[in-house]
Nanobody
């Protein structure tokens, strides 16, 4: 499984960005996919996750109501729509995947596959 994230960049506070994660190397029907973020010197933080096929989406409280996770089956792509960005959202964002769902989806150690990360910078 290969994951490649893109779409990061510079945004102003209150603005929007959409991150993309291109997935390849497998059929993802039984997979879970998600997004984490990390600020240098801090632990990787859960942002959002979902089962590839159906099921609920899970979004961290700190971004709930502003971020949304969704997918495109035909493109085998996972997205993170980020609205009303805040300077505190500045981080490297990673897409991630695993076979099957884990109830500990918020724990980065339970995820197996990781993309290379894309930097999001939000200016005030």
């Amino acid at each position: 499984v290969q994951l490649q994230a893109s779409g990061g960049g510079l945004a102003q506070a209150g603005g929007s960005l959409r991150l993309s994660c291109a997935a390849s190397g497998h059929t993802f029907n039984n997979y879970a996919m998600g997004w984490f973020r990390q600020v240098p010197g801090k632990e990787r933080e859960f942002v959002a996750a979902r089962r590839w096929s159906g099921g609920s989406t899970y979004v961290a409280d700190v971004v709930k109501g502003r971020f949304n996770i969704f997918k495109d089956n035909a493109k085998k792509a996972l997205y993170l729509q980020m609205n009303n960005l805040e300077p505190e959202d500045t981080a490297i964002y990673y897409c991630t995947g695993r076979y099957g769902w884990s109830v500990s989806y918020f724990d980065s150690s339970t995820w197996v596959y990781w993309g290379q990360g894309t930097l999001v910078t939000v200016s005030s």
